[in-house]
């Protein structure tokens, strides 16, 4: 950890490089929504590797609510989140639990939704999300935590992709915060692109 940079900035400016050049691609791309794109994000090999992973526990900690007791995300692309974070908020001194939400009930045991540490009903409990395009994911997640009784007012993620996701948030009563703008990490991924060019 002593290598990473300590200030918000400096660490966000460690991590677009990161994401432009190991989590974004230009090119034609059919979605999970079943939407074409040109631009593809995919977190995992950030997310999946130490810096990364250490630069985003950092940085998705800060947006975490202050009264959360908890972070949840929808399994897979939130798992690695989800620890991170964690991880950031005991090395912090903060009392903050993982949670994993399933896409489906454990078919097994107890039929469960959520793996982790279940906080008491009504806990506040932040989402996490590597991407947000519509919005689907993170809204299941949401809608799962509820059901089981707890508070979810906040998603924070890595990349908003702005293919409506705010607004799918936003109707649903959630606040979205984002690290990045899809516009910003396909401005990197140019700007590097052109830089080797040259």
Request: proline share 4%; charged share 15%.
């Amino acid at each position: 950890m002593s290598s990473l940079p300590s200030t918000s900035q400096a660490m966000r400016q460690a991590l677009l490089p990161l994401l432009a050049t190991k989590a974004y691609r230009h090119g034609q791309f059919t979605l999970a929504s079943g939407r074409s794109s040109n631009h593809y994000v995919n977190c995992k090999p950030v997310s999946l590797s130490g810096t990364g992973l250490a630069l985003l526990g950092a940085l998705m900690l800060e947006q975490v609510e202050a009264d959360a007791c908890a972070v949840a995300g929808l399994t897979l692309g939130a798992d690695p989140l989800v620890s991170a974070v964690a991880l950031q908020a005991a090395l912090a001194d903060r009392n903050l639990d993982a949670l994993i939400v399933r896409k489906e009930a454990k078919g097994h045991g107890t039929g469960a939704w959520l793996e982790g540490p279940l906080p008491p009903a009504g806990s506040v409990v932040t989402v996490l999300e590597d991407v947000v395009t519509t919005g689907g994911s993170s809204l299941k997640a949401v809608n799962q935590l509820r059901e089981a009784g707890y508070t979810v007012n906040r998603v924070v993620t890595i990349v908003d992709r702005q293919e409506g996701g705010l607004e799918a948030m936003t109707a649903a009563g959630l606040e979205l915060r984002s690290l990045f703008l899809l516009e910003e990490v396909a401005a990197a991924s140019a700007a590097t692109a052109a830089a080797s060019e040259a």
